[in-house]
Nanobody, 122 residues
Framework: QVQLVESGGGLVQPGGSLRLSCAASGRIFSTNAMAWFRQGPGKEREFVAGISRSGARTNYEDAVKGRFTISRDNAKNTVYLQMNSLKPEDTAIYSC???????????????WGQGTQVTVSS
């Protein structure tokens, strides 16, 4: 069974940076697309960024383009989300998902981590 474990969340001031990591168990990581979703207070879960199995293709939600970068290291079974120029509206629980292809639809991902809290506040 694939397990996904996120880390790297925390409290950061506006304009600051964080790097989230999602470590996956099992060989399934290398055969699945990966994505980050987030759910802010009182909001629906929303797609943030996705990356194909090879890492050649990435997609981003418009609000994070130019600020966030998704990457993956298949040798380490880990996907990353580098977040720069953070804003208070980026405050949310960030979760990673694994699925057969990159999509902004959460139900298309078969495996999920527990999430890590990101709080952007002065």
């Amino acid at each position: 069974q694939v397990q996904l474990v996120e880390s790297g969340g925390g409290l950061v001031q506006p304009g600051g940076s964080l790097r989230l990591s999602c470590a996956a168990s099992g060989r399934i990581f290398s055969t699945n697309a990966m994505a980050w979703f987030r759910q802010g207070p009182g909001k629906e879960r929303e797609f943030v960024a996705g990356i194909s199995r090879s890492g050649a293709r990435t997609n981003y939600e418009d609000a994070v383009k130019g600020r966030f970068t998704i990457s993956r290291d298949n040798a380490k079974n880990t996907v990353y989300l580098q977040m720069n120029s953070l804003k208070p509206e980026d405050t949310a629980i960030y979760s990673c998902g694994a699925g057969p292809f990159v999509t902004n639809t959460a139900r298309s991902y078969n495996y999920w981590g527990q999430g890590t809290q990101v709080t952007v506040s002065s």
